[in-house]
């Protein structure tokens, strides 16, 4: 049946077989009879078949997207524990369900319960992702609900890095007080080239030569070679000819970090020694475009937050003040 309703809309009211049926409104009468053409004709012919609704939930779907996709990242193991531990937290509804506004309610009681906004920020891209990786695999076949939801606009932390004082300090503290033989050599890597920890860690023989060490198990996929004094190279290998490969020693890091005093800001320890290599670079002069390609950034945006260190970051601002022009 078709009819036209009172707001002028056409309505298709149709049952083509028994219990599957019919109800859509359309602009036009040639639309409604067009729609209803293409159903009848498809059961008449026995090709249709009705989609079972997808009724998956978000922790299956976090899997989903591991086993076809995530597992090809370097950090895939970990994002698919973060999603799964995000889907929980936001109450693992159906997927299909999921909407903005149920998401931002899920997101505005984990703020007050304490969990940071950079946090919430990096789940939500992560879940995102996600959506869309399925969808582009045809594995999904609703839409993102979550495409209109934006990340908090949050307060900018100052990059934290350890002064030449401290340097000197946590070196020589590591030295007298620490039992693990690898974790001397790695900091030296992290702060004589701007890696990250994994990057050091992952190090091996083959890796360090021709004064340079090349990064190969990078977050990028890239493989970056970062040049290093003759002497860091014959200590590197020496180290490694006589203890083997690097081992992950990152407690014992913070133990140290801890039990020499240096105070940070919470969530910094990880990258502070990425942190210091980048701020003493551009301190002592280096070229913002080749701390770029040295730590591996993606884009320049990620390098600039260190450009204010530079010695005549702004410098006009102190010639050209109108307290300057004064005299």
């Known amino acids: 049946m078709i009819k036209q309703l009172p707001d002028g809309r056409w309505l298709v009211d149709i049952e083509p077989v ?19 053409a293409v159903r009848r004709s498809q059961h008449a012919q026995g090709d249709w078949k009705e989609k079972p609704k997808d009724k998956r939930r978000l922790v299956e779907l976090m899997q989903r997207w591991y086993d076809l996709h995530g597992h090809t990242l370097s950090d895939g193991d970990r994002r698919l524990a973060i999603l ?11 997927a299909r369900k999921l909407n903005a506004q149920q998401y931002l309610l899920a997101r505005g009681k984990l703020l007050k319960a304490g ?33 209109g939801v934006k990340p908090l606009k949050l307060q900018e932390r100052p990059v934290s890095y350890l002064t030449k004082e401290q340097v000197k300090g946590f070196l020589e503290h590591i030295k007298a007080t620490s039992d693990n033989p690898h974790l001397f050599p790695i900091v030296k890597i992290c702060l004589s080239t701007g890696a990250r920890w994994s990057e050091a860690v992952n190090l091996e023989r083959g890796h360090i030569r021709n004064g340079t060490v090349q990064f190969v198990n990078t977050k990028s996929k890239r493989v970056r070679t970062v040049p290093i004094s ?98």
């Open 84 to 94: 799964k531990i995000h889907a929980i937290e936001i109450g693992n509804p159906v």
């Open 230 to 327: 003759k002497v860091l190279e014959q200590e590197l290998n020496t180290h490694l000819d006589h203890h083997g490969r690097f081992i992950n020693c990152m407690l014992s890091f913070r133990k140290a970090l801890s039990s020499s005093g240096i105070k940070l800001p919470k969530g910094q320890a990880t990258h502070v020694l990425r942190h210091t290599f980048a701020s003493h670079f551009v301190m002592n002069g280096g070229n913002i475009l080749v701390l770029q390609k040295i730590l591996g950034h993606s884009t320049l945006n990620m390098t600039m937050r260190y450009a204010h260190l530079a010695p005549d970051h702004l410098r006009e601002a102190t010639e050209l003040n109108p307290l300057s022009t004064l005299s």
């Open 115 to 147: 969990k940071s906004g950079k946090t919430l920020n990096n789940r939500l891209g992560y879940i995102k992702a996600v959506f869309n990786t399925l969808i582009q695999l045809h594995d999904v076949q609703f839409p993102n609900p979550l495409v």
């Open 18 to 36: 028994k219990g599957i049926r019919y109800r859509k409104r359309f602009s036009t009468k040639a639309e409604a009879r067009r729609f209803e």
